[in-house]
């Protein structure tokens, strides 16, 4: 829930979501242990997002894959860590770990920006695929246990993707890539939609003002405002942990729950 005034006219006015048009929500990380013996999330990529974690509480570590090859970067009170488009990662639990989540783009992660590490039989039939990764609405024990099943075959895939690129071989996960961008194409002109009204609009009002600025004729600052908002769901399943969300301008489901 976001509370404050409605719309107005002008370069400044009428955007009440999150500075930079981020997306925003709180994660307690999987407790759930993998087939590796690792307690955590679902690994996966974002095609066109950077994603940033900003350690609340607790202890862990977020996997990544990407061309610097495999790293394991501890997770810990006051850390911040932050994964560009592509870059495989997995969130570790090592102990009540608490992050908030922001999101680049807001409203493309919730439009489907992300694609789970599935193996690749899976990856290679889009109705295979989106069966795996759909989960049953609400925060049950029919959609904890499909949360589950979906994790422990993202862990399935991402650890071969893993020890290939360990023993020096990164085309299986170059392959990953490339298929993850096939099985999204056909959303690519709703996420274009959704980056010109949001992300695109944001950053074309700061030109707005400026251009007002250096008029002297800064009538945008008229329609000055502040907003709150509360959580719109709690303990949701997301992709690495339970999700605290926020129904935001721009933003539809959690990503990961489509």
């Given at each position: 829930?976001?509370?404050?005034?409605?719309?107005?006219?002008?370069?400044?006015?009428?955007?009440?979501?999150?500075?930079?048009?981020?997306g925003?929500?709180?994660?307690?990380?999987?407790?759930?242990?993998?087939?590796?013996?690792?307690?955590?999330?679902?690994p996966?990529?974002?095609?066109?997002?950077?994603?940033?974690?900003?350690?609340?509480?607790?202890?862990?570590?977020?996997?990544?894959?990407?061309?610097?090859?495999?790293?394991?970067?501890?997770?810990?009170?006051?850390?911040?860590?932050?994964?560009?488009?592509?870059?495989?990662?997995?969130?570790?639990q090592?102990?009540?770990?608490?992050?908030?989540?922001?999101?680049?783009?807001?409203?493309?992660?919730?439009?489907?920006?992300?694609?789970?590490?599935?193996?690749?039989?899976?990856?290679?039939?889009?109705?295979?695929?989106?069966?795996?990764?759909?989960?049953?609405?609400?925060?049950?024990?029919?959609?904890?246990?499909?949360?589950?099943?979906?994790?422990?075959?993202a862990?399935?895939?991402?650890?071969?993707?893993?020890?290939?690129?360990?023993?020096?071989?990164?085309?299986?996960?170059?392959?990953?890539?490339?298929?993850a961008?096939?099985?999204?194409?056909?959303?690519?002109?709703?996420?274009?939609?959704?980056?010109?009204a949001g992300?695109?609009?944001?950053?074309?009002?700061?030109?707005?003002?400026?251009?007002?600025?250096?008029?002297?004729?800064?009538?945008?600052?008229?329609?000055?405002?502040?907003?709150?908002?509360?959580?719109?769901?709690?303990?949701?399943?997301?992709?690495?942990?339970?999700?605290?969300?926020?129904?935001?301008?721009?933003?539809?489901?959690?990503?990961?729950?489509?």
């Amino acid at each position: 829930m976001v509370t404050g005034p409605g719309p107005g006219p002008g370069p400044g006015s009428g955007h009440s979501a999150l500075p930079g048009a981020i997306g925003l929500s709180h994660l307690s990380a999987y407790t759930w242990e993998a087939a590796d013996g690792v307690c955590g999330g679902s690994p996966h990529l974002h095609l066109v997002c950077t994603e940033a974690y900003v350690v609340t509480g607790g202890r862990g570590a977020v996997q990544t894959l990407s061309p610097d090859g495999y790293r394991d970067i501890p997770l810990e009170a006051g850390s911040v860590a932050w994964f560009t488009p592509g870059t495989v990662h997995r969130m570790v639990q090592g102990g009540d770990l608490r992050i908030t989540v922001l999101m680049q783009n807001s409203g493309l992660p919730e439009a489907g920006d992300a694609v789970f590490t599935f193996p690749p039989e899976v990856l290679a039939d889009p109705d295979r695929y989106a069966a795996a990764a759909t989960l049953p609405p609400g925060t049950g024990p029919d959609t904890e246990t499909a949360a589950r099943r979906r994790r422990d075959l993202a862990v399935e895939g991402y650890l071969d993707l893993r020890q290939a690129m360990e023993n020096g071989d990164p085309g299986p996960y170059a392959e990953f890539q490339r298929t993850a961008a096939r099985l999204v194409r056909d959303k690519v002109p709703t996420w274009r939609e959704l980056w010109k009204a949001g992300a695109l609009a944001t950053a074309e009002r700061t030109g707005a003002q400026l251009d007002a600025l250096t008029d002297g004729e800064p009538a945008y600052l008229a329609d000055a405002t502040a907003f709150r908002a509360t959580p719109s769901r709690t303990g949701g399943f997301g992709m690495c942990g339970r999700r605290d969300e926020y129904a935001l301008p721009g933003t539809t489901l959690p990503y990961g729950e489509e």
